[in-house]
């Protein structure tokens, strides 16, 4: 028990001790050994990396997940160590809603046969919303955090107990002065200087090791703005797709619903509905139960139908297939990932379209699935 009360008062009495020295180097009264201009400025280097990767972290987090409740439960589910249940993203909870909404107002009457349409694609965009935040929370997100909850606390750490040492050097240093001055007076005895000069040399070596174990964790963080750059493009890579996802859900929908016009504007029997939106033609994604809703005007004919195609073109060149792509009717083209095949465009065509070729098949092609090569 004697033993800990004089540690604690031994431990008191330096931390006391390297108090009043900070206080007096703030105030100029002090000398402050200063540190190396590659050391200040990997320190400053860390410091910024720390900043801004903080702010990053905190508006990425608020762009993907909006809602602070969301990241409230995160919060909880990770401090008790289980896992966080899926959640419903917004556009498949306003899907739900359509089709729930489609089965009272009547899935054959032209409302609800709409509602059914787009509520089915309302839960694909869902569901690649959710496989978006899926992919950046462990390719971007996690390590941003793994940076700042490990590294950074290690090199912060280390640098608060070189930060001890330098105090500790510069109490020594006044101390030997003092010695030195008194000793010039007959004040004190050489054995004073001795034991000072000792213990400077003693807080010089620790300064010294522990300033070379903070260095060599700051230069760590080049290799930590290395990592982060590759987070950073996967980050952007999982945007890309999903807003190709969405482009692709959007252009569909958007001629599930022109076929639903003009459908009408022929004056289509009261129970015609538009046709079922569910089709293999998707990106990958989950798949969303709905009612099925059969079709008075399936295979509707093209204005680009494969008899049309013979029109003029206006020059044909190479693209490479990014996607799998299945077609929708006889006027379309399936595609598969990676192939070449040869495009080209005839007078008056959607300009989300081209017309592909691959040997003695041709068809139309969505432009967003092809990259066009010279």
């Not at 952007?236 to 692709?248: D, G, I, K, L, S």
């Not at 809703?293 to 049309?308: C, D, G, I, K, N």
């Not at 044909?316 to 799998?324: E, F, N, Q």
């Amino acid at each position: 028990m004697d033993f800990n009360v004089k540690k604690l008062a031994s431990g008191a009495g330096v931390f006391f001790t390297r108090a009043v020295q900070f206080t007096e180097e703030k105030l100029g009264q002090a000398e402050k050994t200063e540190l190396d201009p590659h050391l200040e400025n990997l320190i400053s280097r860390a410091d910024s990396t720390k900043n801004w990767t903080e702010k990053i972290l905190r508006q990425t987090e608020a762009l993907l997940q909006p809602n602070p409740s969301a990241r409230i439960e995160e919060f909880i589910y990770d401090k008790l160590d289980k896992k966080l249940p899926s959640r419903t993203t917004n556009p498949e909870l306003l899907g739900q809603y359509m089709l729930e909404a489609a089965s009272e107002f009547g899935p054959g009457t032209p409302y609800g046969s709409t509602l059914i349409t787009v509520g089915e694609y309302q839960k694909r965009l869902g569901g690649a919303e959710r496989e978006l935040l899926q992919t950046s929370a462990a390719t971007f997100l996690t390590p941003l955090r793994n940076f700042l909850e490990g590294d950074w606390r290690t090199i912060s750490k280390e640098r608060r107990l070189m930060e001890n040492r330098r105090l500790d050097l510069d109490i020594c240093k006044a101390r030997l002065k003092k010695a030195k001055q008194a000793e010039a007076k007959a004040a004190l005895l050489s054995e004073e200087v001795d034991k000072a000069e000792h213990d400077l040399r003693v807080a010089q070596t620790e300064f010294d090791r522990q300033a070379e174990v903070t260095r060599l964790l700051l230069e760590g963080i080049s290799s930590t703005h290395l990592n982060h750059l590759r987070c950073l493009q996967d980050f952007a890579e999982a945007q890309a797709t999903y807003y190709a996802q969405c482009h692709h859900y959007m252009q569909d929908l958007q001629r599930e619903l022109h076929k639903c016009a003009n459908g009408a504007s022929v004056l289509q029997p009261p129970a015609a509905v538009c046709p079922d939106p569910v089709s293999s033609a998707f990106l990958s994604g989950p798949s969303s139960p709905g009612a099925t809703v059969s079709s008075s005007s399936s295979q509707r004919p093209s204005t680009l139908a494969m008899e049309q195609t013979q029109l003029p073109v206006t020059g044909t060149r190479k693209a490479k297939v990014l996607y799998d792509y299945d077609a929708h009717d006889s006027s379309e083209l399936s595609l598969l990932a990676d192939e070449l095949i040869t495009v080209y465009t005839v007078p008056g065509m959607d300009p989300d379209w081209l017309i592909g070729e691959r040997g003695n098949q041709k068809g139309k092609v969505p432009v967003t699935y092809l990259e066009l090569l010279s």
